[in-house]
T-cell receptor
Framework: DADVTQTPRNRITKTGKRIMLECSQT?????MYWYRQDPGLGLRLIYY???????NKGEISDGYSVSRQAQAKFSLSLESAIPNQTALYFC?????????????FGPGTRLTVL | GESVGLHLPTLSVQEGDNSIINCAYS??????FIWYKQESGKGPQFIID?????DKRQGQRVTVLLNKTVKHLSLQIAATQPGDSAVYFC??????????FGTGTRLLVSP
């Protein structure tokens, strides 16, 4: 979805390096999410934020941190990257209403940790 | 705990056939379900959703069926086209509006 952008789209880094992945959205949604996708494991939630002052851990938050700089921006950091953090990372946004909470995804960042 | 699974990891169909992708869920309290399509190199794209107070919902060439008795969800694609080739995920809303995703089914459409 072009309304959700992620930078960079691809990144190769070395073990121990600090990495930041950025997400921006123009949908005006309050809720933002970071997921990790590995083959055969589907999408797993790393962190989520329901508004600018709200940050919550997901199911696999160890080794990651996030910052919600504004309603439109949510960044994911790997403080000291390790090879098993090699994966596809997706940002998503949502705005619940009418009993729904559809999430809209960005194009993803492919991260390789050597 | 909650889990969302898929019966078949890969589904191969001929162009023009109807496709049915299945999904089982375990949380009887889930009240909202979504189907996503993910093409190679792209993020998941919303296809259709359904709330638990409905059994069926139709979109353009797609229909989602929900059977709460057996906790089963399916996505039907009519007149499947090569552009439908992708991985399809179901997701259920578990607890406080967090989605739980299945591992995905790859749909392969041959001409």
């Amino acid at each position: 979805d072009a309304d959700v952008t992620q930078t960079p789209r691809n990144r190769i880094t070395k073990t121990g390096k600090r990495i930041m992945l950025e997400c921006s959205q123009t949908k005006g949604h309050d809720r933002m999410y970071w997921y990790r996708q590995d083959p055969g494991l589907g999408l797993r939630l790393i962190y989520y934020s329901f508004d600018v002052k709200d940050i919550n851990k997901g199911e696999i938050s160890d080794g990651y941190s996030v910052s919600r700089q504004a309603q439109a921006k949510f960044s994911l950091s790997l403080e000291s990257a390790i090879p098993n953090q090699t994966a596809l990372y997706f940002c998503a946004t949502s705005a619940p209403g009418q009993g729904k909470d559809t999430q809209y995804f960005g194009p993803g960042t492919r991260l390789t940790v050597l | 705990g909650e889990s969302v699974g898929l019966h078949l990891p890969t589904l191969s169909v001929q162009e023009g056939d109807n496709s049915i992708i299945n999904c089982a869920y375990s949380n009887s309290a889930s009240d909202y379900f979504i189907w996503y399509k993910q093409e190679s190199g792209k993020g998941p794209q919303f296809i259709i959703d359904i709330r638990s107070n409905m059994d069926k919902r139709q979109g353009q060439r797609v229909t989602v069926l929900l059977n709460k008795t057996v906790k089963h969800l399916s996505l039907q694609i009519a007149a499947t086209q090569p552009g439908d080739s992708a991985v399809y995920f179901c997701a259920e809303r578990a607890g406080f509006q967090k989605l739980v995703f299945g591992t995905g089914t790859r749909l392969l459409v041959s001409p």
